[in-house]
Protein backbone atom coordinates (compact mmCIF):
# COMPACT_ATOMS: atom_id res chain seq x y z
CA UNK A 1 0.00 0.00 0.00
CA UNK A 2 1.38 3.49 -0.65
CA UNK A 3 2.14 5.62 1.92
CA UNK A 4 4.05 8.44 3.50
CA UNK A 5 4.26 8.72 7.15
CA UNK A 6 5.88 12.15 8.97
CA UNK A 7 7.62 12.43 12.20
CA UNK A 8 7.33 14.35 15.08
CA UNK A 9 3.68 14.71 14.34
CA UNK A 10 4.93 17.93 16.25
CA UNK A 11 7.40 19.78 17.46
CA UNK A 12 8.62 23.35 19.60
CA UNK A 13 11.37 24.99 19.43
CA UNK A 14 13.20 28.22 20.03
CA UNK A 15 13.19 31.09 18.18
CA UNK A 16 16.88 31.15 16.22
CA UNK A 17 17.62 27.00 16.13
CA UNK A 18 17.57 24.69 13.47
CA UNK A 19 15.20 21.66 13.34
CA UNK A 20 15.29 18.70 10.62
CA UNK A 21 11.77 17.29 9.76
CA UNK A 22 11.59 13.37 8.56
CA UNK A 23 9.54 11.95 5.30
CA UNK A 24 9.11 7.94 4.95
CA UNK A 25 7.74 6.26 2.52
CA UNK A 26 6.16 3.30 0.43
CA UNK A 27 5.26 4.70 -2.96
CA UNK A 28 6.29 2.74 -6.24
CA UNK A 29 7.19 3.49 -8.49
CA UNK A 30 8.22 6.26 -7.35
CA UNK A 31 7.81 9.86 -9.22
CA UNK A 32 8.58 12.79 -7.22
CA UNK A 33 8.52 13.96 -3.71
CA UNK A 34 7.62 17.44 -2.73
CA UNK A 35 7.26 19.30 0.50
CA UNK A 36 4.29 21.85 1.74
CA UNK A 37 4.13 24.55 3.97
CA UNK A 38 0.85 25.13 5.32
CA UNK A 39 -0.02 27.73 7.58
CA UNK A 40 -2.93 27.73 9.85
CA UNK A 41 -6.19 28.59 7.84
CA UNK A 42 -4.50 28.84 4.54
CA UNK A 43 -3.70 26.66 1.93
CA UNK A 44 -0.36 24.81 1.35
CA UNK A 45 1.81 26.21 -0.73
CA UNK A 46 5.44 24.57 -2.43
CA UNK A 47 8.29 24.41 -0.93
CA UNK A 48 9.98 21.95 -3.15
CA UNK A 49 9.75 19.19 -5.70
CA UNK A 50 12.44 16.70 -6.22
CA UNK A 51 12.80 14.02 -8.69
CA UNK A 52 14.84 10.59 -7.71
CA UNK A 53 17.87 11.90 -9.26
CA UNK A 54 17.73 14.78 -6.94
CA UNK A 55 19.33 14.44 -3.51
CA UNK A 56 19.15 17.98 -2.44
CA UNK A 57 17.60 20.88 -2.66
CA UNK A 58 17.30 24.27 -1.23
CA UNK A 59 14.50 27.17 -0.92
CA UNK A 60 15.90 30.06 1.09
CA UNK A 61 16.43 28.74 4.80
CA UNK A 62 14.73 25.58 3.89
CA UNK A 63 16.72 22.45 2.49
CA UNK A 64 15.17 19.09 1.36
CA UNK A 65 16.93 15.77 1.37
CA UNK A 66 15.69 12.60 -0.31
CA UNK A 67 17.58 9.19 -0.08
CA UNK A 68 15.46 7.01 -3.19
CA UNK A 69 17.33 3.89 -1.82
CA UNK A 70 16.02 4.37 1.39
CA UNK A 71 12.10 5.90 0.55
CA UNK A 72 13.29 8.40 3.29
CA UNK A 73 12.82 12.51 3.37
CA UNK A 74 14.01 15.12 5.12
CA UNK A 75 13.39 19.02 5.33
CA UNK A 76 15.78 21.02 7.27
CA UNK A 77 15.21 24.90 8.53
CA UNK A 78 17.69 26.52 9.24
CA UNK A 79 18.23 29.80 11.93
CA UNK A 80 14.03 29.34 12.96
CA UNK A 81 11.70 32.54 12.47
CA UNK A 82 8.63 32.80 13.78
CA UNK A 83 6.71 32.88 10.71
CA UNK A 84 8.49 29.54 10.32
CA UNK A 85 5.75 28.30 12.86
CA UNK A 86 3.23 25.96 10.45
CA UNK A 87 2.35 22.21 9.09
CA UNK A 88 4.58 20.76 7.01
CA UNK A 89 3.60 18.12 4.26
CA UNK A 90 5.57 15.30 2.15
CA UNK A 91 4.06 14.64 -0.63
CA UNK A 92 4.70 11.36 -2.82
CA UNK A 93 3.62 10.59 -6.19
CA UNK A 94 3.34 7.62 -7.99
CA UNK A 95 5.16 7.45 -11.43
CA UNK A 96 2.99 7.11 -14.28
CA UNK A 97 -0.92 6.41 -13.01
CA UNK A 98 -3.38 8.77 -12.94
CA UNK A 99 -4.27 12.38 -11.35
CA UNK A 100 -4.91 10.57 -8.08
CA UNK A 101 -1.85 9.09 -7.35
CA UNK A 102 -0.55 11.80 -5.26
CA UNK A 103 0.40 10.57 -1.72
CA UNK A 104 -0.35 13.75 1.87
CA UNK A 105 1.76 12.92 4.84
CA UNK A 106 -0.36 14.20 7.68
CA UNK A 107 2.10 16.65 8.47
CA UNK A 108 4.27 18.11 11.10
CA UNK A 109 3.00 20.85 13.50
CA UNK A 110 6.00 23.35 14.20
CA UNK A 111 5.40 25.90 16.54
CA UNK A 112 8.63 28.57 16.80
CA UNK A 113 8.76 30.11 20.57
CA UNK A 114 10.60 33.65 20.81
CA UNK B 1 -2.89 36.91 -10.91
CA UNK B 2 -5.26 35.49 -8.28
CA UNK B 3 -4.24 32.00 -8.68
CA UNK B 4 -6.80 29.79 -7.01
CA UNK B 5 -9.63 31.32 -5.85
CA UNK B 6 -12.53 29.46 -3.54
CA UNK B 7 -15.71 30.52 -2.20
CA UNK B 8 -17.33 30.60 0.51
CA UNK B 9 -14.72 30.41 3.60
CA UNK B 10 -16.65 29.36 5.58
CA UNK B 11 -20.60 27.88 5.92
CA UNK B 12 -22.51 26.07 8.04
CA UNK B 13 -25.57 23.31 7.15
CA UNK B 14 -27.67 21.44 8.62
CA UNK B 15 -28.06 17.60 7.94
CA UNK B 16 -29.68 16.82 4.24
CA UNK B 17 -29.24 20.68 3.31
CA UNK B 18 -27.19 20.92 -0.09
CA UNK B 19 -24.57 23.26 -1.03
CA UNK B 20 -22.28 24.35 -3.88
CA UNK B 21 -18.31 24.89 -3.37
CA UNK B 22 -17.12 27.19 -6.10
CA UNK B 23 -13.02 26.35 -7.20
CA UNK B 24 -11.70 29.04 -9.54
CA UNK B 25 -8.50 29.52 -11.10
CA UNK B 26 -6.78 31.95 -13.75
CA UNK B 27 -3.54 30.38 -14.69
CA UNK B 28 -5.39 28.26 -17.41
CA UNK B 29 -4.46 25.21 -15.70
CA UNK B 30 -5.71 21.73 -17.47
CA UNK B 31 -5.88 19.78 -14.44
CA UNK B 32 -8.29 20.70 -11.29
CA UNK B 33 -8.81 18.95 -8.07
CA UNK B 34 -11.15 18.79 -4.80
CA UNK B 35 -9.30 17.83 -1.33
CA UNK B 36 -10.54 17.03 1.88
CA UNK B 37 -8.56 18.04 5.22
CA UNK B 38 -9.10 16.66 8.48
CA UNK B 39 -7.57 16.47 11.79
CA UNK B 40 -4.47 13.81 11.76
CA UNK B 41 -4.94 12.53 8.15
CA UNK B 42 -3.43 14.17 4.92
CA UNK B 43 -5.23 15.77 2.37
CA UNK B 44 -7.57 13.15 0.66
CA UNK B 45 -8.55 13.20 -3.01
CA UNK B 46 -12.34 13.60 -3.66
CA UNK B 47 -12.61 14.09 -7.42
CA UNK B 48 -10.27 15.59 -9.96
CA UNK B 49 -10.86 16.78 -13.85
CA UNK B 50 -8.03 16.34 -16.40
CA UNK B 51 -9.22 19.04 -18.79
CA UNK B 52 -12.86 21.10 -19.59
CA UNK B 53 -15.86 18.83 -19.29
CA UNK B 54 -13.63 16.10 -18.01
CA UNK B 55 -14.20 14.83 -13.91
CA UNK B 56 -13.21 11.72 -12.60
CA UNK B 57 -13.46 9.60 -9.03
CA UNK B 58 -10.57 10.06 -6.60
CA UNK B 59 -10.24 8.42 -3.37
CA UNK B 60 -13.12 9.21 -1.15
CA UNK B 61 -16.09 10.26 -3.84
CA UNK B 62 -18.90 9.11 -2.16
CA UNK B 63 -21.27 11.76 -1.48
CA UNK B 64 -20.29 14.25 -3.65
CA UNK B 65 -20.72 15.54 -7.05
CA UNK B 66 -18.45 17.79 -9.39
CA UNK B 67 -18.55 19.30 -13.09
CA UNK B 68 -15.84 21.34 -14.86
CA UNK B 69 -18.24 23.02 -17.36
CA UNK B 70 -15.86 25.87 -17.57
CA UNK B 71 -12.08 25.39 -18.05
CA UNK B 72 -11.36 28.08 -15.19
CA UNK B 73 -13.98 26.73 -12.72
CA UNK B 74 -13.99 23.56 -10.63
CA UNK B 75 -17.45 23.16 -8.91
CA UNK B 76 -18.10 20.43 -6.12
CA UNK B 77 -22.14 19.64 -4.81
CA UNK B 78 -22.87 18.18 -1.67
CA UNK B 79 -26.61 16.61 -2.73
CA UNK B 80 -27.66 15.96 1.09
CA UNK B 81 -24.88 17.07 3.89
CA UNK B 82 -23.84 14.59 6.85
CA UNK B 83 -21.70 15.15 9.87
CA UNK B 84 -18.82 12.92 8.21
CA UNK B 85 -18.50 16.15 5.67
CA UNK B 86 -17.47 18.18 8.36
CA UNK B 87 -14.02 19.12 6.96
CA UNK B 88 -11.99 21.61 5.34
CA UNK B 89 -12.43 21.54 1.72
CA UNK B 90 -9.65 22.46 -0.46
CA UNK B 91 -9.63 23.09 -4.17
CA UNK B 92 -6.04 22.89 -6.15
CA UNK B 93 -5.16 22.83 -10.12
CA UNK B 94 -1.74 21.93 -12.19
CA UNK B 95 -0.87 22.47 -15.63
CA UNK B 96 -1.01 18.69 -16.32
CA UNK B 97 0.37 15.66 -13.95
CA UNK B 98 4.04 15.87 -15.32
CA UNK B 99 6.86 13.04 -15.57
CA UNK B 100 9.23 11.98 -13.11
CA UNK B 101 11.59 14.67 -14.80
CA UNK B 102 9.32 17.57 -14.72
CA UNK B 103 6.43 17.24 -12.15
CA UNK B 104 3.76 19.88 -12.37
CA UNK B 105 3.54 22.05 -9.45
CA UNK B 106 0.06 21.85 -7.77
CA UNK B 107 -1.28 25.40 -6.37
CA UNK B 108 -4.00 25.37 -3.46
CA UNK B 109 -6.59 27.52 -2.94
CA UNK B 110 -7.25 29.20 1.17
CA UNK B 111 -9.82 26.49 1.41
CA UNK B 112 -13.85 26.45 2.78
CA UNK B 113 -14.02 24.97 6.29
CA UNK B 114 -17.94 22.96 6.17
CA UNK B 115 -19.51 22.03 9.26
CA UNK B 116 -22.20 19.94 9.39
CA UNK B 117 -24.62 19.70 11.87
Known amino acids: KNQVEQSPQSLIILEGKNCTLQ??????????LRWYKQDTGRGPVSLTI?????NTKSNGRYTATLDADTKQSSLHITASQLSDSASYICVVSVEGSSASKIIFGSGTRLSIRP | NAGVTQTPKFRVLKTGQSMTLLCAQD?????MYWYRQDPGMGLRLIHY???????AKGEVPDGYNVSRLKKQNFLLGLESAAPSQTSVYFCASSFGQGAAFRPYEQYFGPGTRLTVT
Open chain 1, 50 to 54: MTFSE
Open chain 2, 27 to 31: MNHEY
Open chain 2, 49 to 55: SVGEGTT
Open chain 1, 23 to 32: CNYTVSPFSN
